[in-house]
Nanobody, 119 residues
């Protein structure tokens, strides 16, 4: 069971980045999402999306970030536009998933990808 993030990097304020997270080794995936953690702060929800495609967002990113998923590829995306310096953080992929048929559901985390927004 693995979540692998990609797409982080350094961007100027007002720029855009797109994060991707590919899940593997899971029988089924329910909710997938993105969280972030800035230095000295707690990890916080950025956005999440159900298997049916219903999203919800943190107030701080509404109107700027868009979460989407491709269930056939077990991949979730986060399109980030109009980035601000306060968006600087390590972004973590999260999945609520069943690893094997008939097994309980567990929560999984990726290793994170750094997003840095310069002013």
């Amino acid at each position: 069971v693995q979540l692998v993030e990609s797409g982080g990097g350094l961007v100027q304020a007002g720029g855009s980045l797109k994060l991707s997270c590919a899940a593997s080794g899971m029988f089924s995936i329910n909710v997938m999402g993105w969280y972030r953690q800035a230095p000295g702060k707690q990890r916080e929800l950025v956005a999440r999306i159900t298997s049916g495609g219903s999203p919800n967002y943190a107030d701080s990113v509404k109107g700027r970030f868009t979460i989407s998923r491709d269930n056939a590829k077990n991949t979730v995306y986060l399109q980030m536009n109009n980035l601000k310096p306060e968006d600087t953080a390590v972004y973590y992929c999260n999945a609520d998933a069943t690893p094997r048929r008939l097994s309980p559901r567990y929560n999984y985390w990726g290793k994170g990808t750094q997003v840095t927004v310069s002013s």
